[in-house]
């Protein structure tokens, strides 16, 4: 499997920045970076993707590096209804076939303190 | 609101029984994934239709099974339960197929449903 690694959890304070990292050694040249968040008692929702250069959206930024080795998801506010677990993600070869999946793994716990 | 539907939102039955998720995606969407969430084991991906045909299959056991219907609904037939089948249960869609290089294809989650085995 694609392999990311994220923190176990991190914390912020409310209106502030928030960096959350991800290390993807071992993606692949064409593989885009995905990030997902996934809010109590929820399904995950997207928040943003890329593939080389850097990208905003109206919910967050992403940093990726020049090797494309890590990448950083940007919150530049943090509010209360930020807190949940996000998700770094590399599309995955499926095992046995030609397609592809996305793996999630155990993500970081954001916490958002007031 | 994603777009996505699922029922039944809960469902608690007994060991060895048999249930039927179901899931309608976003309108236009033609891939439908499913996903197993159990606390020890996080979000798992367990098979994927595009238009009908299976497209990838994930961790899903042989007792589950899943198909996508001609109005691209999709239903996840889960068998023979046990104890540890309790979970989430997500079903996410998405336009195209995720086997299609260069382009992307984001995922839209349903609420899920919870099952749990007794």
């Known amino acids: 499997d694609a392999k990311t690694t994220q923190p176990n959890s991190m914390e912020s304070n409310e209106e502030e920045p928030v960096h959350l990292p991800c290390n993807h050694s071992t993606i692949s040249g064409t593989d885009y970076i995905h990030w997902y968040r996934q809010l109590p008692s929820q399904g995950p929702e997207y928040v943003i993707h890329g593939l080389t250069s850097n990208v905003n959206n109206r919910m967050a930024s992403l940093a990726i590096a020049e090797d494309r080795k890590s990448s950083t998801l940007i919150l530049h506010r943090a509010t209360l209804r930020d807190a949940a677990v996000y998700y770094c993600?590399?599309?995955?070869?499926?095992?046995?076939?030609?397609?592809?999946?996305?793996?999630f793994g155990k993500g970081t716990l954001l916490t958002v303190n007031p | 609101d994603s777009g996505v539907t699922q029922t039944p939102k809960h469902l608690i039955t007994a060991t060895g029984q048999r249930v039927t998720l179901r899931c309608s995606p976003r309108?236009?969407?033609?891939?439908v994934y499913w996903y197993q969430q159990s606390l020890d084991q996080g979000l798992q991906f367990l098979i994927q239709?595009?238009?009908?045909?299976?497209?990838a299959k994930g961790n899903i056991l042989e007792r589950f099974s899943a198909q996508q219907f001609p109005d691209l609904h999709s239903e996840l037939n889960l068998s023979s339960l046990e104890l540890g089948d309790s979970a989430l249960y997500f079903c996410?869609?998405?336009?195209?197929?995720?086997?299609?290089?260069?382009?992307?294809?984001?995922?839209?989650f349903g609420p899920g449903t919870r099952l749990t085995v007794l």
């Open positions: 996410a869609s998405s336009p195209y197929d995720l086997a299609i290089r260069g382009s992307y294809n984001e995922q839209f």
């Open positions: 309108s236009g969407d033609l891939s």
């Open positions: 239709y595009y238009n009908g045909e299976e497209r």
């Open positions: 993600i590399l599309r995955d070869k499926n095992s046995g076939g030609s397609n592809y999946k996305l793996t």
